[in-house]
């Protein structure tokens, strides 16, 4: 595809910035990238860890191995992504995610036909029998299946979730870019529809309530109704999340509140 | 040896200070000077902190705030005085009756600046009178007069009263008739504006004084005064920037739907962290449905005061925390109703924040059964006004929510101690702690009780520097280094409201104080001045009976969670809040019962204050 994937530009954006902010805007916890030995990922938030996969060659096992021993003590269950994921919704992770319990130690989604093993969700505590997997050279991420409790979600199922059916109707979160065509498909297609709102000074006169636009960036949303991301300004997504980084990247259906950073009275 | 004299006090007064404290017993009438020596200045710089020495050194141990020997002192700063913007501030400091530990609240206007130029860096007043007195104070000393004619009336009433019968040049702190009837969350108001928290009017109700009148009697001599305007020169124009285009262009009442927006607008007694109505509320609703008039203190150039036309033609200065406190906390959405409780709030003389806490916590006991009083519903204008009438005089169950919330649910129990949403007894501002955790800990853990203007720290949740609903280090790091700023600001003493002005605060802080006193003074020197204003306010509470579990959160914010719109939960559990205290205590030099160690007061130089 001419450059590397995980660089390849995103509504202004790249896709790893994308789809790590995504994951882990889904996880609500720590994320962790594994790249091969010296990938370079460009610029991302401190808060991302990214280590070095171990041994190449190995396949998805490898990255998988190495995200969850470094992920052991700080969280229970991985959702696992691909960088190639630019659709991904944090709606679907968390139906993913959410779908371990005691009994399931991991959960492949099955859609659009295919059993999904890089858009799934594995206990952390898996990593020594992944290693173990890795050892003996049982490289196909089915081998994992077989020695561990998983579940499968099929379309229906993942679309009975009401956020999945409201903002990832078509699944496009398992959808990955495989060749230049599926990058330039995916990449001519409009940025997620998000509602934003102004409050305080940041509002526009005459203007009230909330705005409809298309952005995949806080930046992209900032510019659209004329707010600068400057340090007196923050923004929160959904209610939530704050942020002021102009490559936060934004899901269908997010409603974004630009709110002046002096918070106090 | 001869005692120092008045003049030969303030002879040797570092630039910018007097050098010396007036001690007015209101029951003799008699006045005592009091020296503050420059190492005390430079150690508490003024305001809050000068006022937490005093308290030190003048009030008695387990002293009843309410009696006569329990100290109230009037403090003023090194600023006030210069052309300095928002430097018109002066604190009010004692042992609350509130929370029985030490409070100070803040106050502006022309009132600090006539103060301080009678001469005296702060006015200490003790005693009780047996009649309803004024103290004036000049350049003629200090004398009492009487104030049986102005007692009953509002504060806002005897100021205008007594303008008239002193004349010109006289300005006046003066309580309402709340402060005369001791309401545990009375204030003291200069000019409309209250030092508001932890029932500083009760105090002075107590003693029986019912203003308290100053007049410019001298000048405050700056060490450097030409460096000093072009300091006030470049703050100016900084203050007209980008930081400060909230509070002039709406007001804190910006923060209303923000915070709705956030979660964190507490609502019916802290259920919820919504307000579906909060639109109704708004400085931009409230603006366009009637004409808003901006103010400011004297010596600002902010102007961030929005008085907006209520009832009857009443002119109400409106806050988002009196409209938090008296419209979502109480499940009110009528604008007319929470700007007129409001406007009963200012002429009683009562703390709106702790009125609308001590309010919504009786009306979730009324829902609860565990009060008798049908009338009192939350959502219901005409009902929260009754509430506000009867506290301010306290009638009816205004004699128990007079006691504010803490003791009032002690008396009613049946697990209402639970969500009576205090702090040591100081009812919560309008920030949710589920939704801002360090928030939470600077609520938990600040000397004065649940407060937000000592402890800020809701900015760095809102900031995106942390996650805001999973409390940790970078928590405990945050709520420390706001409490600290607080405790600079509120000392030397500039409004927190140009607190974003400044890129390297100590730094600049530190220029302002070399040019107005010539010490040789640092940004680091004022790190560790922070941190000793904010140990002795903790050293004053210890001798005061302060015990760990004082610095702790009430029941429903440990137990009940919040769902977001975003689909995560907002919880805080006993443990995230026990671990962000020890660490706190930790990082203070605290043991985990919450005592300095005497390395630490040697540290700062505050053995003399335990010894």
Not at chain 2, 523 to 549: P, Q, S, Y
Request: charged share 20%; aromatic share 6%.
């Amino acid at each position: 595809m001419g450059s590397p994937k995980a660089l390849l530009e995103w509504h202004g954006s790249t896709l790893v910035r994308r789809v790590a902010g995504i994951v882990a805007r889904g996880v609500d916890g720590p994320v962790v990238l594994v790249r091969a030995p010296g990938q370079a990922l460009g610029c991302l938030p401190d808060s991302f860890d990214v280590l070095d996969d171990v041994e190449e060659g190995k396949g998805p096992l490898g990255g998988l191995c190495v995200g969850l021993e470094a992920l052991a003590d700080r969280g229970e269950i991985a959702y696992v992504s691909s960088t190639d994921a630019p659709l991904l919704h944090p709606a679907f992770v968390r139906r993913v995610v959410g779908e371990v319990s005691e009994e399931i130690d991991a959960c492949v989604p099955y859609v659009r036909g295919f059993r999904q093993p890089l858009a799934a969700a594995y206990r952390v505590s898996l990593a020594p029998l992944v290693a173990d997997l890795l050892a003996a050279d049982r490289l196909r991420p089915s081998f994992l299946l077989e020695a561990c409790r998983w579940s499968d979600l099929d379309d229906v199922a993942l679309l009975a979730d009401p956020d999945v059916a409201r903002f990832d109707p078509g699944l496009d979160s398992v959808t990955n870019l495989n060749n230049q065509a599926d990058y330039e498909a995916a990449r001519a297609g409009p940025a997620p529809e998000v509602q934003v709102e102004c409050f305080g000074v940041l509002r526009a006169p005459g203007r009230r309530g909330r705005v409809t636009i298309h952005a995949a960036t806080l930046g992209s949303a900032a510019d659209a109704v004329g707010v600068p991301l400057n340090p007196h300004v923050v923004a929160a997504l959904n209610g939530d999340q704050i942020s002021r980084d102009p490559e936060e990247p934004l899901a269908q259906g997010d409603v974004v509140s630009f709110v002046s950073a002096e918070a106090g009275g | 040896m001869t005692a120092p004299t008045l003049a030969g006090l303030r002879e040797k007064a570092p630039a910018g200070y007097f050098g010396v404290a007036a001690a007015v017993d209101v029951g003799t009438g008699i006045t005592t000077p009091v020296e503050l020596p420059a190492t005390v200045l430079r150690g508490y710089l003024g305001g809050a902190g000068l006022g937490t020495w005093l308290m030190h050194h003048l009030a008695p141990v387990g002293v009843d705030p309410l009696a006569p020997d329990a100290p109230l002192a009037f403090v003023f700063s090194p600023l006030v005085g210069t052309p300095l913007t928002t430097s018109a501030k002066f604190a009010v400091v004692a042992k609350s009756p509130l929370t029985g530990m030490l409070t100070d609240a803040l106050a502006s206007s022309h009132f600090a600046i006539a103060g301080k130029r009678t001469g005296y860096d702060a006015i200490v007043i003790r005693g009780s009178s047996e009649r309803p007195v004024v103290l004036l104070m000049d350049g003629d000393g200090s004398r009492l007069e009487d104030a049986k004619s102005l007692w009953g009336l509002s504060a806002a009433e005897a100021e205008a009263s007594l303008r008239e019968r002193l004349g010109k040049g006289w300005q006046i702190a003066a309580i309402g008739p709340a402060g005369e009837r001791q309401v545990r969350f009375a204030t003291i108001s200069h000019d409309g504006r209250h030092a508001g928290r932890g029932g500083l009017g009760a105090v002075m109700g107590a003693k029986c004084l019912k203003a308290v009148a100053v007049r410019a009697a001298t000048k405050v001599a700056s060490f450097d005064p030409k460096g000093v305007v072009e300091a006030a020169r470049a703050l100016s124009t900084l203050s007209f920037g980008p930081a400060t285009a909230k509070y002039r262009e709406l007001g804190t009442l910006a923060n209303l739907l923000a915070f709705n927006a956030l979660s964190t607008l507490p609502t019916r007694n802290f259920q919820e962290a919504t307000f579906a109505d909060a639109p109704r509320l708004s400085a931009e609703h409230l603006s366009q449905l009637s004409g808003v008039v901006r103010s400011g203190c004297a010596s600002c150039t902010i102007g961030c005061e929005h008085i907006y036309p209520g009832l009857g033609g009443k002119n109400v200065r409106v806050e988002y925390e009196n409209v938090f406190a008296l419209g979502p906390l109480c499940g009110v959405s009528d604008p007319d109703a929470v700007l007129e409780a409001s406007a009963r709030c200012d002429a009683f003389g009562i703390d709106t924040i702790s009125a609308g806490g001590t309010i919504a916590w009786a009306m979730e006991c009324v829902e609860r059964g565990l009060i008798d009083a049908e009338w009192l519903r939350f959502g219901d204008g005409a009902a929260l006004l009754r509430a506000i009438d009867e506290i301010g005089s306290r009638r009816g169950l205004g004699a128990l929510l007079a006691e504010g919330s803490r003791r009032a649910a002690e008396h009613v129990g049946g697990g209402s101690e639970a969500f009576a949403c205090h702090v040591k007894g100081l009812e919560l501002p309008g920030y949710e702690p589920r939704t801002l955790q360090a928030m939470a800990l600077g609520l938990a853990v600040n000397a004065r009780g649940a407060d937000h203007n000592r402890s800020g720290a809701y900015e760095a949740d809102l900031s995106g520097r942390h996650d805001r609903l999973a409390g940790g280090a970078s928590h405990v790091a945050a709520a420390i280094e706001s409490e600290d700023r607080a405790a600079i600001m509120d000392s030397m003493i500039l409004c927190k409201f140009l607190r974003g002005v400044f890129v390297e605060p100590y730094e600049e802080w530190a220029s302002l104080l070399r040019l107005v006193t010539g010490w040789d003074v640092t940004g680091d020197e004022l790190r560790r001045t922070a941190a000793r204003i904010v140990l002795a306010k903790r050293l004053f509470n210890l001798r005061e009976g302060w015990a760990r579990e004082d610095d702790w959160l009430p029941g429903r914010f440990l137990s009940e969670s919040l769902e977001l719109e975003s689909g995560r939960t907002a919880t805080l559990s006993a443990e995230t809040l026990r671990e962000m205290i020890d660490a706190y205590y930790v990082a203070r030099g605290l043991d985990q019962e919450g005592t300095p160690s005497s390395e630490r007061l040697s540290e700062l130089g505050l053995i003399e204050l335990v010894s």
